[in-house]
């Protein structure tokens, strides 16, 4: 399996998101390292669009090859068509792979391995990091312009919570992937996909720099943790 990590370098947000230091060290490299100690990861490839970047994942031990198309790494470019377009170019169509955004630092190794065994047992086309919903959406409710509420699922609200289908949400941390996913003009996909949950503690989905000081302070208890075992 081939480990696909996509590291832009534009982020309006968070300037230099990618390769900011967390920990004293670029969050793209936590990752790197990380997914480099897995036995069943044999490479670890960084797609990007930028020198820096660039000079600083082969630093930590990743395969960059030619920078990426600036077509491929705008604000509008989703994991659907790196899949597609970006991905064959470091996996080849026998291969299954694993891509993991550059910001999934506190992702640890027990979590890929107990994903991975998911993965091989169950033989999905997809297997997707997920986290559950704290409140089940099937209680939903859809606000108008004038501040009226209305529920989506109107014969939901006479269930009980513990009652209702169990619901998880793209965490948007890791996919792993069949090669037969290579190609595909669905990418990801709506078949065939298996749901990792993650604990919601490590699932944070870095955009803004409140995310980013979450984000810290979540490493830091984790360091902490793991320092004492």
């Known amino acids: 399996m081939i480990a696909y990590i996509p590291a832009r370098g534009g982020s309006k947000r968070i300037p230099r998101k990618n390769i900011k230091k967390l920990g004293g060290k670029p969050i793209v490299a936590h990752v790197i390292e990380t997914v480099k100690s897995l036995d069943f990861i044999r490479k670890v490839c960084v797609s990007t669009d ?12 990743a395969e960059t090859g030619a920078l990426r198309a600036s077509k491929l790494a705008d604000d509008f470019v989703d994991c659907v ?11 080849n169509d026998s291969e299954d792979f694993l891509m993991i955004l550059p910001t999934a630092a506190l992702v640890q190794v027990n979590h890929y391995y107990a994903a991975y065994a998911l993965f091989k047992e169950r033989t999905p086309q997809v297997l997707m990091s997920t986290v559950g ?17 209305k529920p989506v699922h109107p014969e939901s609200l006479k269930i009980r919570s513990q009652d209702l289908p169990s619901t998880c949400v793209d965490a948007g941390l890791f996919y792993m992937m069949s090669k037969n996913r290579l190609h595909r003009e669905e990418g990801l996909g709506h078949d065939n996909i298996l749901a990792y949950i993650i604990p919601s503690d490590i699932a944070v989905d870095v955009d803004t720099p409140a995310d980013w000081e979450q984000l810290e302070i979540l490493y830091e208890k984790q360091k902490r943790v793991n320092d004492l075992l």
């Open 50 to 61: 930028d020198t820096e970047i660039q000079d600083i994942v082969i630093k930590y031990g």
């Open 133 to 149: 919903y704290p409140i089940s959406p099937f209680w939903a409710m859809v606000l108008d312009e004038n501040g009226f509420c």
């Open 81 to 91: 068509t790196l899949i597609k377009d970006d991905v064959p170019r470091f996996v």
